[in-house]
């Protein structure tokens, strides 16, 4: 099979702080990882690509100096939110490619910013 | 403009019942489909796609070209299939998620 692992599965912060997530893929590598943002009741909304050895790809509307993305090996990614304010508490998703347009996603984060 | 519509947010049946959850889209060139299932408390995990053109857990789904719909159909539905359904395409590895439906398979 194919795992994704997310850490930590839940975090609460102080609003200014920064908070890093990282996403591993266990038994796989993926030079494509993807960020997910998921709101209640809502959708998955992609919001970035991470790719390895190269910069992340932002869709429309996503802030790359508050979402930073590192990835920096075939089986890490990381997400960093900077500054990190009470709208932007969320649930965090992250996903890897495993080739054949076939994503595995990890079981994500839950961000809650005082 | 890539979208996927799930016009349902909740689907209520009773055990046995047939299941029908509707996706449609839109997208520019030859999308493949997918869908995803999440159970409660569980993470999103791939159920079936187009391209495979089989039955996964008893569920099966046609793409329809010609009214860009991919319905996710159940003959009989199971209670343990309540969960949230989402349907996706792809284009150059990404996924477009539709707003996802709920399934409630009641006893």
């Known amino acids: 099979g194919a795992v994704v692992s997310q850490h930590p599965s839940r975090v609460i912060c102080k609003s200014g702080t920064s908070v890093k997530i990282e996403c591993r893929s266990l038994d796989f590598q993926a030079t494509t990882m993807f960020w997910y943002r998921q709101f209640p009741k809502q959708s998955l909304m992609l919001m970035a690509t991470?790719?390895?050895?190269?910069?992340?790809?932002?869709e429309q509307g996503v802030e790359k100096d508050k979402f930073l993305i590192n990835h920096a090996s075939l089986t890490l990614s990381t997400l960093t939110v900077t500054s990190a304010h009470p709208e932007d508490s969320s649930f965090y998703i992250c996903?890897?490619?495993?080739?054949?347009?076939?994503?595995?996603f990890g079981p994500g984060t839950r961000l809650l910013v005082l | 403009a890539q979208r996927v519509t799930q016009p349902e947010k909740l689907l209520s049946v009773f055990k046995g019942a047939p299941v029908e959850l509707k996706c449609n889209y839109s997208?520019?060139?030859?999308?493949?489909l997918f869908w995803y299932v999440q159970y409660s408390r569980q993470r999103l995990q791939l159920l079936l796609r187009?391209?495979s053109r089989e039955s996964i857990k008893g569920f099966t789904a046609d793409l329809n070209k010609g009214e860009t719909s991919f319905h996710l159909k159940k003959p009989f539905a199971q209670e343990e299939d309540s969960a949230m359904y989402y349907c996706a395409l792809t284009g150059f590895q990404k996924l477009v998620f539709g707003t996802g439906t709920r399934l409630l398979v009641s006893p």
């Open positions: 997208y520019s060139g030859s999308p493949e």
């Open positions: 996903s890897a490619y495993k080739g054949v347009e076939t994503q595995y």
């Open positions: 187009h391209i």
């Open positions: 991470s790719n390895e050895g190269s910069k992340a790809t932002y």
